[in-house]
């Protein structure tokens, strides 16, 4: 076996898709300069908190009426998004610091469509390249939720499900 597992600290790189910047079709591979141009919030989202993944899919009974046992079938497949965002204040002032804040003014309005491409693969500075593999969920944000009270104070964005796609291949120019 040639392949290795890889430690998931410091290798999730996320990029931020909202407004004109959204994909009209998440199933078409994303190319390279979108995912570039996009804002890249890894470093504004807690590790401990962070969800973006398919979750169980629905479940239905759907026996045939001869059998006297239940029997189930898959449905709906769902998925989650759970974003601790850091929220940023000026070291000087104490000030809420909105430039420091994009990816939480981007997020903050309930009702905001967006969609976020997840890379789990390697080191989250590194730039998208061609061949790189990625996640893409599109969500609606509900309201932001206050920080728990440890750590720094954040923000949690929890993703309403719209759509998502895995193991897509970010495609050239």
Same mark, same amino acid.
């Given at each position: 076996? *040639? +392949? @290795? #597992?890889?430690a998931?600290? &410091? /290798?999730? #790189?996320?990029?931020?898709? @909202?407004?004109?910047?959204?994909p009209s079709d998440?199933?078409?591979?994303?190319?390279?300069a979108k995912?570039?141009a996009a804002?890249?919030?890894?470093?504004?989202?807690?590790?401990?908190?962070f969800? *973006?993944g398919?979750?169980?899919?629905d479940?239905? $009974?759907? =026996?045939?009426?001869?059998?006297?046992?239940?029997?189930q079938?898959?449905?709906?497949?769902n998925?989650q998004? $759970?974003? =601790?965002?850091?929220w940023?204040?000026d070291a000087?002032?104490g000030?809420?610091?909105?430039?420091?804040?994009d990816?939480?003014?981007?997020? #903050?309005?309930?009702?905001?469509?967006?969609?976020?491409? @997840?890379?789990?693969?390697?080191?989250? /500075?590194? *730039?998208? @390249?061609?061949?790189?593999?990625?996640?893409?969920?599109?969500?609606?944000?509900d309201?932001?939720? $206050? $920080?728990?009270g440890? &750590?720094?104070? #954040? /923000?949690l964005?929890n993703?309403? =499900?719209?759509?998502?796609?895995?193991?897509l291949v970010?495609? +050239? *120019?």
């Open positions: 076996m *040639a +392949g @290795v #597992k890889t998931a600290n &410091g /290798k999730i #790189k996320i990029a931020l898709l @909202v407004g004109a910047d959204l998440i199933e078409t591979p994303l190319a390279v995912l570039t804002p890249d919030i890894s470093c504004n989202v807690a590790f401990n908190g969800v *973006a398919f979750t169980a899919s479940t239905m $009974s759907d =026996p045939a009426v001869c059998e006297a046992t239940n029997s079938t898959r449905g709906a497949s998925f998004v $759970s974003l =601790p965002i850091f940023y204040i000087t002032t000030a809420y610091a909105a430039l420091d804040n990816a939480y003014e981007a997020l #903050k309005k309930a009702g905001t469509v967006a969609a976020i491409a @997840v890379r789990r693969h390697k080191d989250a /500075k590194l *730039a998208w @390249v061609s061949g790189d593999i990625y996640d893409i969920f599109l969500f609606e944000t309201e932001p939720q $206050s $920080s728990d440890q &750590g720094y104070v #954040k /923000k964005i993703g309403l =499900p719209r759509s998502a796609r895995q193991d970010v495609a +050239g *120019a």
